[in-house]
């Protein structure tokens, strides 16, 4: 683990009871990246964020300066909507970058607006988020009221409204097209890319970016301290430093910023400054590197530093952050059907494989659960799984317009990989108990 | 069958005013409706369809997916327990059948004396204070069965009168002073960026 000092780039102020007010964030720096931006050509604020390699800190990781420049020329008007619709199963990052630094992510989202011309920008927060969104709710008002959001901000021609909105409960809006549509009134499910890339075709069709608040968070202080200091941190493809959720089976779990790309996995889980190693000192089990969509890791990738590429590589991803850790005494049956579930309630609907396959999923491990189990299910599992996503390979495959269905795919291709004798003894136990039980049919009379 | 009050519906016309595109405005007017009576009635849903330009079965259609609108009177205390995978490592799932006889109905049920709806719920990104839950969304980390207990009483025993009826979220609400409004940019407006062209042309 790097022992150099890190700067808190994006949790500065969490340790501020106060840290979610305007005179907090003014007393520590606050808009002073915005003034620095008006000073600034737009085109130059938007190189110096090209020159931070800042990685989308949603899920999917595609660079943000990147994902900016898609955005064809001369097509106006383009809007900035922040995808704070956080809901990925052991995530925790954005609703605290919401509920205590809303100031932060506002001056981000101006700066957004500001490189890349955008006339109006929404921030949408989850429906179940009732403390970020009156949080930033205030921070908006008292901004407004500063002049550093709306008309002439702070007296240039630089004009832009920043509109809270919020959802209604629904997992699969924190996809960028899905999101859109809830954003336009309509039952939040996925548009086809192509052609919707919302860069291209967005909101009401025009050029959209969708920044995750996490990655927006991030552009004060890259502005402030321009794109080079922040690509300085970090490794490889992953520079900055990054929000980590450690939960589960750990004795200190906890929301922690890391240096990106250089702290490793086990540097998080057992160091006594994070994780601080596993409850009871059992030994671990499994451990899920970035949110339930992800692939599972196990002991042997404990040593794989944070960082893009080479988490990718071993199969798995670093998704939203979200490290979850089960200890040797994990059913792993039951955990991979609780994630399963989560798919299989939270499918919008619209592609057959998803809607129809996670619900066999999750009917299937349900019965195995329950003792109900039969031979043919491991292979009618890993049957439905092919479905969903053909080759049941890392990165996957799938045969829907989002990644929603072949999400659920990795649990049960981890747990069979890993775990398949306790499968397969549930089946076994299933068995044995069915033979036990009084054969209700009249057995076949065989005539002489 | 309650339409929005006068208060209500000049509010939601305050919201649409500030969306491109009037439907865009749907989700937050539903939370109104949600906010003034408890659960989304039908004579909003109509209402609120006229505010925006659609047919009430469009916003019947839309508000239908989402989880958290409400079409039947519900609790007045809305209490969602966690049972994803952060959470049942944790205890959750044991929370929540203590839940369950604590309150005396399963999820999805509500208490008799309308006080108490129980829900097990998807994550609420409060995965490292697990097993958690919300009532009416409002968060409460680490809850042991004593506590949950004694935070029913709270709520019963009206100590806990900080956390208001299902429906209301926030408590502040967005407000865009008429003098500060850049406007609304709707895909009409084609213009380019007015501080782009002057940055470019203070660059030439």
Known sequence: MSTTEVPRIITSRFDHEDSHTLARYEATGGYQALRKAIGMAPAAVFDEVKAASLLGRGGAGFPAGVKWGLAPAEVWPRYLVVNGDESEPGTYKDRLLMERDPHQLIEGVLLACYAIGCGQAFLYVRGEMALAQEHIAAALNDAYAAGYVGRNILGTDFSVDVVLTWGAGAYIVGEETALIESLEGNRGMPRLKPPFFPAAKGLYMQPTIVNNVETLSNLPWIISNGGEAFAALGAETSRGTRMFAVSGHVKTPGVFEVEYGVTTFRDLIFSPQYGGGIRNDNAIKAFIPGGASAPWFFEEHLDLPLEKVTVDRAGSMLGSGAIVVMDETTDAVKACLRVVRFFARESCGKCTPCREGTTWLEKILQRILDGYGRPSDLALLMDVCDNISPGIAWPPKQTTICPLGPSAVSPIASAMERFRSEFDARITQAEQTRISVPVAFPKAVTHA | ?204
Request: aromatic residues 6%.
């Open chain 2, 1 to 204: 069958m309650a339409r929005l009050t006068a208060e209500n519906t000049e509010l939601a016309l305050e919201i649409i005013a500030r969306y491109p595109r009037p439907k865009s405005a749907l989700i937050p007017l539903l939370h109104l409706a949600q906010e003034q009576d408890g659960h989304v009635t039908d004579a909003a849903m109509s209402q609120i369809a006229e505010l925006v330009g659609v047919s009430a079965a469009e916003v019947l259609g839309t508000a239908s997916f989402y989880e958290m609108f409400k079409f039947e009177p519900v609790g007045r205390y809305m209490v969602n327990i966690c049972t994803n995978i952060s959470c049942q490592l944790m205890g959750g799932e044991e929370l929540l059948e203590h839940a369950e006889s604590t309150l005396g109905i399963r999820p999805g049920q509500t208490t008799e004396d309308g006080l108490f709806t129980l829900e097990d719920v998807e994550c609420i990104a409060a995965c490292t204070e697990a097993p958690c839950l919300q009532v009416n969304y409002r968060y409460f980390h680490k809850i042991s069965n004593p506590q949950f207990d004694q935070l029913v009483a709270d709520l019963r025993s009206g100590a806990r009168n900080d956390i208001p009826p299902h429906g209301t979220l926030a408590k502040v609400r967005q407000r865009i002073p008429a003098d500060r409004r850049a406007g609304v940019v709707t895909p009409e407006d084609t213009a380019h960026p007015v501080w782009l062209a002057s940055s470019q042309e203070a660059q030439s």
